[in-house]
Each structure stands twice: as C-alpha cells, then as structure tokens.
C-alpha cells in the first residue's frame, strides 16, 4: 500500500480496521497461544465495548489453546456441522451458497478481492466479512475505501446477519471462550451500523 495512503488513514478507523481484523482471525481458526496471548492483553475503556472486550481478555487469560480448539469444533464444525453455520447464505436464505454469496462474489470482483487458494470456505463466512471490512478500511487492496462504499459493503453484506450471528455466538451452549467474543463482534455491529446510518455518505 502506498505509504502517503497509509498515513491519510484516520486513527479511529485503524481502530475499526484492526476490530474488525481481530475478530477475523479469532473466527476463522482456533486461536492460538500467541493469539491468546494477545486477547489477553486487550484493555476497553468504559464503554459497553471496552467493558465486552475486558471480559474477553479475562477469560482469554484463562484458556488453554487445546480448550479454545475443542470449543472452536463444537461451535463451527462438529460431527457432520457445529452448533452455529456462520454463512450470510445460511442466516438469510436457511441454506448455504445461496443468493447472497453469489451477490458477495460479484461485489468481490468489482473491489479487486478474491479468496485465498488454501481457503476452501465459502467467502460469505464471517471471518472473511470481517476481514473484508478490514482490509477496505486501510486500503488492502487498492486504495482505502471511502465511507460510503465501506457503507454500501456493510449494509449489503454484513449489516443484516451478522449482528444475529454474534447473538446467537453470545448464547450458544458451547460457547466459553467465544461467549465473549460474541458480546464484543454483537457491540461492534450495533456501533458500526449506527455511524454508517448517521452518515451522510
């Protein structure tokens, strides 16, 4: 990425990039020690989303790589499926690789995004949303995206499921770890879909 680019992003949006990027990488794949790590070395202020997050790094300090990998299989893959399916397709249609993938995979192509060769997940999970809003913030893949594409990426594709996905992440019965995690990406959503409605882009 350009360097003058680079510098032109605003702090509070590197702050939202680098949410969203965490909460990529904790969906995507149990997290390890050194991530684990790190969870537990967060600090919030005394917001609903800084106390969300303290919650998370107490906990974090208190889990083990191979609990959070057990945990991680119950919820997302388990035997035949995990508790939760986190696919846009799923949450808005009922089932997988549906309309909303297909809509996902065009607007991924108009931004100059495409998957990973070694990933085999649909792209309309939501660690690769995450990641996509990530990535559009600081400019991953091209120029930083302004506010109102950033607006139309989460209004189309985020806004209506994930708020429910993190919910349900929140009250799932074998969520521990990722109770929290949940309660930080819920907070997270409601906040972002507030700025981006009040917005004038």
């Known amino acids: 990425m350009d360097a003058v680019l680079e510098q032109n992003i605003a702090a509070e949006d590197r702050l939202r990039a680098d949410l969203y990027n965490f909460l990529g990488a904790i969906l995507s794949a149990p997290p390890d020690e050194t991530l684990l790590q790190q969870t537990a070395g967060l600090t919030g202020e005394s917001s609903e989303l800084g106390q969300a997050i303290d919650a998370l790094a107490r906990i974090a300090k208190v889990t ?23 696919y846009a397709s799923y949450y808005l249609t009922g089932f997988l690789n549906e309309k909303p993938l297909a809509a996902l995979r065009r607007d991924m192509v108009a931004r100059g995004m495409a998957r990973s060769e070694n990933v085999f997940e649909p792209e309309d999970g939501i660690a690769s949303l995450m990641e996509m809003m990530g990535a ?18 989460f209004n189309k594709h985020v806004g209506p ?8 992440l929140e009250g799932a019965k074998n969520s521990v770890f990722y109770a929290p995690v949940g309660t930080v990406g819920r907070i997270f959503m409601e906040i972002e879909a507030e700025a981006f409605r009040m917005s004038a882009a």
């Open 136 to 153: 559009m913030i600081v400019g991953r893949f091209g120029n930083p995206a302004n506010l109102s594409t950033q607006k139309d990426f």
């Open 64 to 86: 083990k790589p191979k609990k959070a990998e057990s945990e991680f299989g119950r919820l997302f893959i388990g035997l035949g499926r995990g508790e939760l399916l986190p």
């Open 161 to 168: 499921w994930a708020g429910h996905f993190f919910t349900d």
